[in-house]
């Protein structure tokens, strides 16, 4: 009972007015997982590559560190020019757009027409809708974003998602690295602390994905720990087998 009272508040002529009239923003959680999960697959693959090879802890270190700068630079900027090209489309189709409706109006118009009839609009409705949208040039122009290529009207910031990206991957991946930084410890015991660390990470930003999302925070955690598990079992077993390859 208390859901649907709930639910019903949400769905109130008020509450529904209030929430459209409030766009939602542009989420970044995408960003944030994705640059966490590749920030400490990356980085742990490297940690468990290196301890595979037989390299010193110094090596690790160094290793570690300089790919999680370079590695998360050039996330973050693949990122941003990604962002960057989908806004450009989305003003590119909006320019065309623009220009179809000056130059061949009836045309257009016929678009949102048979764009409407196909979602079951038919008769006088139909001529009132396509009179309506066709009568404010910027819904029209919107309109034929959304409804003929799917595209949303505004997206993401580039500089804001590759800053997320950045930040959430060197959060994540320096985390691994850590252990190797405890000088008293041998290089195996650092790597036993450095798998728990990751381990721990994998889980918590499946937790934090499946709490956000919605999900199994179970489910959703085993998944990431197992994504990345498997990304450091390969590259431990690679370095192993160079090791023994070449006698080092």
């Known amino acids: 009972m208390k859901v649907r009272s709930s639910l019903e508040a949400q769905h109130s002529p008020d509450a529904i007015r209030l929430r459209l009239a409030n766009a939602p923003a542009h989420g970044y959680l995408g960003d944030a997982v994705l640059g966490a999960i590749d920030g400490c697959v990356t980085t742990f693959a490297i940690v468990a590559g290196a301890v595979g090879a037989g390299f010193s802890g110094g090596v690790v270190i160094i290793l570690g560190f300089a790919n999680l700068i370079a590695d998360g630079f050039s996330m973050a900027v693949s990122n941003y020019l990604g962002t960057k090209s989908e806004l450009e489309r989305i003003e590119n189709i909006r320019s065309a757009e623009e220009r179809q409706i000056e130059e061949i109006p009836d045309g257009e118009r016929e678009e949102i027409r048979q764009i409407f009839m196909g979602k079951g609009f038919v008769g006088e409705i139909l001529e009132k809708i396509v009179t309506t949208i066709t009568a404010n040039r910027q819904l029209w122009v919107e309109t034929m974003v959304r409804?003929?290529?799917?595209?949303?009207?505004?997206?993401?910031?580039?500089?804001?998602?590759?800053?997320?990206?950045?930040?959430?991957?060197?959060?994540?991946?320096?985390?691994?690295?850590?252990?190797?930084?405890?000088?008293?410890?041998?290089?195996d015991a650092r790597f036993r602390v450095s798998a728990l660390l990751a381990a721990a990470t994998f889980m918590l930003i499946g937790v934090a994905k499946g709490t956000l999302l919605d999900r199994s925070i179970w489910r959703a955690g085993l998944e990431t720990l197992l994504t990345g598990g498997g990304a450091a079992v390969l590259a431990y077993g690679v370095g192993a087998w160079l090791r023994y390859l070449y006698g080092a």
């Open 147 to 187: 409804e003929e290529f799917g595209m949303a009207i505004t997206g993401r910031q580039p500089a804001k998602a590759a800053s997320v990206t950045f930040a959430a991957f060197v959060c994540a991946g320096i985390l691994p690295l850590l252990s190797f930084l405890i000088a008293h410890l041998e290089n």
